[in-house]
């Protein structure tokens, strides 16, 4: 059974930090793009961050660039989102996810094309 958890949410003051974890099972995740979204109450979910299956290549939400950054460990089957300078509009429920793709340079920013989602963390953060 294919499972992805997210971690490492929380209530955080304006421009501090936190770093999400998402830790998947049940399958080797090394061929699949992992992602980030986040939806804020009354809100769409919207594409926060992803990463290709080789590491090399990143997409971000043009709002947290310069701020977050995913990575991962394919070893592991876990993958990060590191948040700095986070500010009350960051607040939302955090969701990972997993995509396959066939090639090592391709992100994915349309949640239609990911495959696995957890079951999201809630990030907080205050003014």
């Known amino acids: 059974q294919v499972q992805m958890v997210e971690s490492g949410g929380g209530l955080v003051q304006a421009g501090g930090s936190l770093r999400l974890s998402c830790a998947a099972s049940?399958?080797?995740?090394?061929?699949?793009?992992m992602g980030w979204f986040r939806q804020a109450p009354g809100k769409e979910r919207e594409f926060v961050a992803a990463i290709s299956w080789s590491g090399g290549y990143t997409s971000y939400l043009d709002s947290v660039k310069g701020r977050f950054t995913i990575s991962r460990d394919n070893a592991k089957n876990t993958n990060y989102l590191q948040m700095n300078s986070l500010k009350p509009e960051d607040s939302a429920i955090y969701y990972c996810?997993?995509?396959?793709?066939?090639?090592?340079?391709?992100?994915?920013?349309?949640?239609?094309?990911?495959?696995?989602w957890g079951q999201g963390t809630q990030v907080t953060v205050s003014s």
């Open positions: 996810a997993a995509g396959y793709v066939s090639d090592p340079w391709r992100t994915l920013r349309n949640p239609d094309d990911y495959n696995y």
């Open positions: 049940g399958r080797t995740f090394s061929r699949d793009v």
